[in-house]
Every structure is written in structure tokens, then in C-alpha cells.
């Protein structure tokens, strides 16, 4: 039955039930079917032209560089049968590279295989399974387009092959020098990190932040890329130039399986105290500073969005040891460890080898006091606040040693350093002007050991003295008045105290020069563990514990 009767002009359609090679049209117009339409479906399977191919048979093939070849062919055939279309078989031996140009019908085989992609209008190579891996073949189903041939990135011709062999030869020497400076890098941060983490002499004690360092550490070293992941709790000191707070570490690498967070300090500094943050960073990250009484150092931070700069340290729970003692009495044994531990702190700044012999720089303090000493959970001391340290070396510029004549604390002030009469030429100054200090210390420790006999509520060191005592009261007294704090007789009763007290007069002495050396100190202390074993195990209350 027709259905286009009422089209004006005569298109062309098949119809089920004429067959494959009849096509029939109606309209209603006049003479409207003189002329026959084919549309473009249909037109493609009645009048399809055969195609244009080059035909050469076999040729060589010359490829350049973008993965193009073409085949020496000139000659261009007009494919017998309408259905044909262009193939191209590019073969390689090794050494000569040759192409097949040829018309094809694709409803048949060639060299045994289907081609599947004749419908392209280019010639895209790709390979068969059948044909082996040094054959290529393409087709296409446009004017002449085997004549050139298309290797994308996944083909290779020779010449291709040889920019790729160059290429890959160079990706695979990149890749080996990024394997090797890794392994190097590698290795010296391993090196670095024993160095950092193991207790550097046997009896060495590291314990407070060890379950923390490993992967801290590394970021110390990596300029903190990434910032750690820390919630601040509250604040737990203030200080001239920055604040410290208890804060969280929240990484779960901080404290094993079941310790999901660790305790950290961060010492808080704002924008302005920037040179600060850098100098003290600067100490810490001298990693010969690492010691059992030195607080230890996690890693400094640019905390760029809140306009702050942050050093992450160990916490003690325990807090400074002005505020420990103002609240706790002492035993003879805890005394002599916190005043031991303390000596043993000092002494490591100022050496200028580690426990082991290694080479370090000697570092002064200069604000040591009891504020500035931590006391740990095995009641012994750490160092902290290195705002003010000065690195004892060869790097010392005069204009640092110029503007390093009256720093510190007024109270814990040398009588040279009062009188800004510190002789700047010798490093040595610098060292007995701490010793000084450390004996106020020792004397604070003193004062409120129960060994002593009856023990009065804390006092700073020149108590008397107002809360923050300038420079000129801190002169009249030391300078004018020779003034010291109070040693009674009743304390030396105490062979332990005696001997401890003897050590403080020896290093407040007015003359620098006489001062015993932090190392010295020690000396002193270990002497008194002997005296301990000799004189003093009658009374239990007086044993020293053997660290
Ligand atoms: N106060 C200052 N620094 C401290 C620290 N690291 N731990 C506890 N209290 C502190």
C-alpha cells in the first residue's frame, strides 16, 4: 500500500514485501514522478561510486617523526566495485619498512583477517591478531586516504620508535637519579634521626617525648611543609615575647594504638616577634642540643593564616619550677636531683661536645631562672626558653655581641652584667654570667628542701625586692651592698645541703673569674652521691637514689 501519495514530489523508498532492488515513490502533483528522489540513505546504496584508492602493491614507506607514513605510491585507481574500499598494509622487517596499497572489499577477508574500521574517512594503523605483531593495517572510505598513514600514540614505526627510545631512555635516567637522591635523602634523614632519637650514651634517659618524635622530627628537618595536626587547650605561661599553651596533637602516629592524641607546648608567637620565633628556633634546631634537660624540640611552624609563628616543644605536666616550688616541699633525694639535673642541663648548653664527644657549639643561656626550668615527671629539670641563648661560635658578629651586653632577667642579673661590664671577648663571659644565675637556682631548690630544717613559704631569690626589681635596685644590692641571698647556719647541718650550699657561694662569686663551671657543678653533685654511700646511709630519709 502506498503512504506518500500525498508528497508533491516523488521521493524514493523501499517497501517490506518488494524486495532489496525495488524502490517506489507516489505523489499529487503534476508529472510530479518525471523526476525521482533519492534522499542521502538511500542514495549511498543505489548510486554509490566506487572509490578512489592509491593501488601500489607493495612500496617502501617513509615515516616521519609525528607518526605519519606514507607510501612512495603515485598511482591513484578507481576501485572496481562500488563497495571497496582503501586499504593500506605497512610491514616491517627490522631494517625496511614497506607498504601494501590496495582496494578492498571489506565483506571479505584480507590476509586473513576482517577489517573492522573502513568506515573511517582516514587511515588510522592498528594491528590484527592474525597478521603478527610487525604488521599494520588500516582502511578507510574516502577519496585516496591510504595514502597517508596515521600512528597514533599506542603504534610505533622505527622512526617513531627512535624519538621514543630517546624519550624513554631519558625517563628511565630521570627516574633512576629521583630513586637514587630519594635513597640519599632517605638515608641522611635516617642517619639524622638516630642520631636525634637514640639515647646518644648508655643510661641516657629520652623518655619524655619519645612516643612523639619519630615523625615529628622529620618535619623539623622538612622546613613544615604541612602544619601538624594540634588543638590548642589553654594557656599555661606568658613570656616577653610569646605565650606557651597546652595543646593536642591529634595525629594518630602521636602515641601508639590506643593514645590517640599527644601532649604537646606550643609556644605561641605573634607577626611582630618574628625574629624571636627564628632565633630560638634557631638554637633548637641545632640537633647536638638534644639532652635529657634541655626541653625538647618537636618542630617550628609559619602559622600564616592566624599571623603567628609557633615552636612545638614537650609538655611536663609538672609546669615551671618556680611555680613547682612555691607548692611543693622537697625531700633531700628530690632536691639533689632537680639541682643535679639542672647542673647536668647547663653544663650540656655550654659544652662544646655532646655526651659521647661529638663536636657542638657552645650555647649561653642568659636568662636562666627558675621560670625557666621545667620539671619533669621523674622529677628531674629541663631547660626551656632559648629567646635570649646565644650560640658560642666563630658565627658570633660584633654587632650580636655588641647589643649582647645587658640581657635577661634584673632579678637573676650578673653583678658584671648589671654593670654592663661583661668582657664580651671571651665567650667564657657569657658561661659565668649562667653559672651565676643557676646558683639563685640552686639556692630557690635549697630553700625548700626539708633537709634544711624548718622550711619557709617561697621566696625569689632578693624576695625582698618588689615584684619585678629594675636594674639600679638589682645594682645597689648586688654591687653596692654585695648582698646574696640568705644562707642560714641552721641549713648546713646537712652534710647533702652543706656541701650543695658551699657549691652555691662558689658560683655567685662577685668575680666571674672564680666562679666554678657548670661542668664542675656536676662534678660537685656526683661527688656528693659518693658522700652519700659513705656518710649518709645511716638515715634513710638522706639516700640518694643512684640514677
Ligand atoms: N611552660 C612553658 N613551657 C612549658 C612546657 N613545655 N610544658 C609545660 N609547661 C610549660
Redesign the pocket.
Known sequence: MLDDYNNTQCVMKQYKGLGPDYYMCSCNSEECNDKLIFTPVNNMDMFQLPQLCKFCDVLPSICNSSGICSSVCNRTSICENPGEVCVSVWHTDGENTTEETLCHDPLQSIHGVMLDDYNNTQCVMKQYKGLGPDYYMCSCNSEECNEKLIFTPGTVTPEVLSVHAVLISLAVLLVLVVVIISFLYLHRLILLRQRQIKPKCPGRDFSDTRAIISDVDANSLNHNTELLPIQLERM??KGRFAE?HRARLTNANAGGANMPFQMV?VKIFPSEEYISWKMERQIFLDVELRHENV?HFLTAEERRADHQYWLI????TK??LQDYLSTHLLSWEEMYRLGCSLARGVAHLHSEQTPCGRPKVAIAHRDLKSANV?VKDDLTCCL?DFGLSLKLDSSLSVDELANSGQVGTARYMAPEVLESRINLENTESFKQTDVYAMALVLWELTSRCIAIGEVKEYELPFGKLRDHPCVESMKDSVIRDRERPEIPSSWCKHPGVNAVCATIVDCWDQDPEARLTAHCVVERFSALQDLDQNSLSSSPELKIQTE
Open positions: 599555661v605561661g606557651v607546648a626541653l616543644t614537650a609538655y611536663h609546669g615551671n621545667l626551656c
